[in-house]
Structure formats: structure tokens, C-alpha cells
């Protein structure tokens, strides 16, 4: 049976001196475990640690390559939306782009017709940034806010895209040019009755010309009558909406039909010298909502194949 208890001699042969240490077994035994047990615990931590920092440092890798792709998502989804903005833009300068001279007849529009023709406008709420930045924490909220200003860009393009479809809308039913060529026998307002000799108010322009000439729309509209009307002789009336509204009297012949679409410049009949008239000429009219406005103020030239 083992000893529970060891003696360990040493002896220093230059003296003679001899020193003797009792060891027990069991505090032996610890001591010889530790020694050779301590380097395995060390490299059992440091492993421990390392798998610990490498599992960590993937989890970090796929937090970063998820939001990664987030943000390459977010970034693609913006790009599209300002290469959508900058189509817009385009279209809308290419819209927008109106001759100075229609531009000017337009403006002699009375309020009425501008306003029905322009509607309610609707009010864009213009957030400011300055007032969002508080948001700007993070990455994120920094693309949700870039994505909620281009959508508000988006929204004011849409309004003002369809502001100027309807200025378009009213410039191509604004009465711009001579119905037919000729020259100028007779204007808007007090006159001496042709037949009687009366005082006579006229309500339009007389232009005389030679039996046959053409007759131009003014505008874009809607043919709503072709046909013979007392006074005015053969009489075609155009409905340009928005209250507008233009007569060609005393024509030979028509060129156009009841409910027909026309186009500033499309031939719509020949000039003649039927009903109440003197001699060949063309009685244009130019009404609103019924009333008689001269048409002078709205003629770009003389020439009624001029261009829109």
C-alpha cells in the first residue's frame, strides 16, 4: 500500500548539507494536476473564446451583407425614381413650351373662361427638410425620407403636369387666327344697317372675299351646327368648351358635319353670300357663354393656315 506521506532528500555535496521536505500524496497529486490540467483549461477558453468571436464576427458579416442588400434595394428603388422624375421633367418642358403670340390671345380670355378651363389647383403640402431632420438617425430613415420627398416631387409634378394639360387644352380652344382671307369690310360693334340704313349693332367681323374661298376653324372643337340659319345664311358653330364658341355665317357650302372633332386650320366650309348678306363675304363670331366678344383682340395674323 502506498504511503500517504513522502520524504524528498536534498543534499548539497560542496557542504555537506542535507534538507529534507515531507511531501503529503494527496496535496502531490493536486499539484501534478494542476500543472498539466491548467494548460488544457487555458486552451480549452482560448478556443472557447475564439469560436465565441468568429460565430460573432459571422452573424456581424450576415447583419452587414443583409442590410447591404437592403440599402442596394433602397438605392436601385430611388434611382428609379428620379430617372422617373427626370422623364417627367422633360415631358412636362416639352409640354409646357407655348407660342408667345397664342399666349397673349389667351390672356385676353375672359376670367370666366380661364377659370373653369384651369379649375381648383390642388396645394402641395412642401415639407421642408429642415423640419424631417430630427428623422435622420439612421440609414434608414434616411432613405425612407428621400423615398417621401421624391414621392412628394412626384405628386406637385402631377399637378403641375396637369395644369398644363389643361393651359394646352385651353390654348388649342382659343380662336386665334383669320377664318379665311380677305380683307376686313366690317367690324365688331355700332354700324349703319347695310339694308336699311338703320343703326345696327354688329356682332362680329365681316370679311369679304371672293366666292369660294376657303373657311378655316379658329380653334379645336366640336362642330354643333352645319346648317342654314335665317340671317346668317349657311352658319357653322363651333363648340371649343370651357364657354367658347365661334359662328361662320353666309358660307356657300360646308366642308364639315354636325358632331365632327376639328383642329385649328381644318377647312370647315367656302365663303358665300347667303342669308342677310350684300355681297360674298364670311360673318365670323366669336361668343362666350352666349356674349359677343370682338374677335380682333384674339387674331394672330392674317393668314388662317398660320401655325398654332
Known amino acids: 500500500m502506498l504511503s500517504n506521506r513522502y520524504t524528498v532528500v536534498i543534499a548539497d555535496r560542496r557542504t555537506g548539507v542535507v534538507r529534507r521536505f515531507t511531501i ?46 437592403s440599402f442596394r434595394g433602397a438605392t436601385e428603388a430611388l434611382t428609379g425614381q428620379i430617372a422617373g422624375l427626370q422623364a417627367a421633367v422633360s415631358d412636362l418642358g416639352g409640354k409646357a413650351a407655348l407660342d408667345p403670340a397664342l399666349q397673349s390671345a389667351m390672356d385676353k380670355l375672359p376670367a370666366i373662361v380661364k377659370n373653369r378651363a384651369m379649375g381648383g389647383t390642388s396645394a402641395a403640402t412642401n415639407a421642408t427638410v429642415a423640419a424631417l431632420a430630427p428623422g435622420l438617425t439612421s440609414p ?39 377664318p379665311t382671307q380677305g380683307w376686313l369690310s366690317s367690324g365688331t360693334g355700332g354700324r ?63 366642308r364639315t358635319e354636325r358632331g365632327q372633332r376639328v383642329k385649328r386650320g381644318d377647312l370647315i366650309g367656302l365663303v358665300g353670300a347667303t342669308g342677310r348678306a350684300t355681297g360674298a363675304h364670311l360673318h365670323y363670331e366669336v361668343r362666350v357663354n352666349g356674349r359677343v366678344l370682338n374677335p380682333l383682340q384674339f387674331l394672330l395674323n392674317r393668314n388662317a393656315r398660320s401655325a398654332n
Open 24 to 69: 503529503g500524496l494527496r496535496p502531490l497529486l493536486s499539484v501534478v494536476a494542476t500543472l498539466v490540467t491548467l494548460p488544457v483549461l487555458v486552451g480549452f477558453g482560448a478556443a472557447w473564446k475564439a469560436k465565441t468571436e468568429v460565430a460573432h464576427l459571422y452573424a456581424t458579416q450576415t447583419a452587414l451583407e443583409l442590410e447591404n442588400s
Open 140 to 178: 434608414e430613415n434616411t432613405f425612407g425620407l428621400l423615398h417621401d420627398l421624391l414621392k412628394g416631387l412626384e405628386s406637385r409634378l402631377r399637378i403641375v403636369s396637369t395644369d398644363v394639360d389643361r393651359r394646352n387644352a385651353l390654348a388649342a380652344s382659343t380662336p386665334s387666327i383669320w
Open 192 to 254: 349703319s344697317d347695310p339694308f336699311t340704313g338703320e343703326a345696327d349693332y354688329h356682332r362680329g367681323l365681316d370679311i369679304s372675299a371672293d366666292r369660294g374661298t376657303p373657311v378655316y376653324a379658329t380653334a379645336d372643337g366640336v362642330i354643333s351646327q352645319a346648317a342654314f340659319a335665317g340671317d346668317y345664311g349657311n352658319l357653322v358653330v363651333i363648340d371649343h368648351q370651357f364657354g367658347l364658341e365661334t359662328r361662320y355665317g353666309h358660307l356657300s357650302a360646308f
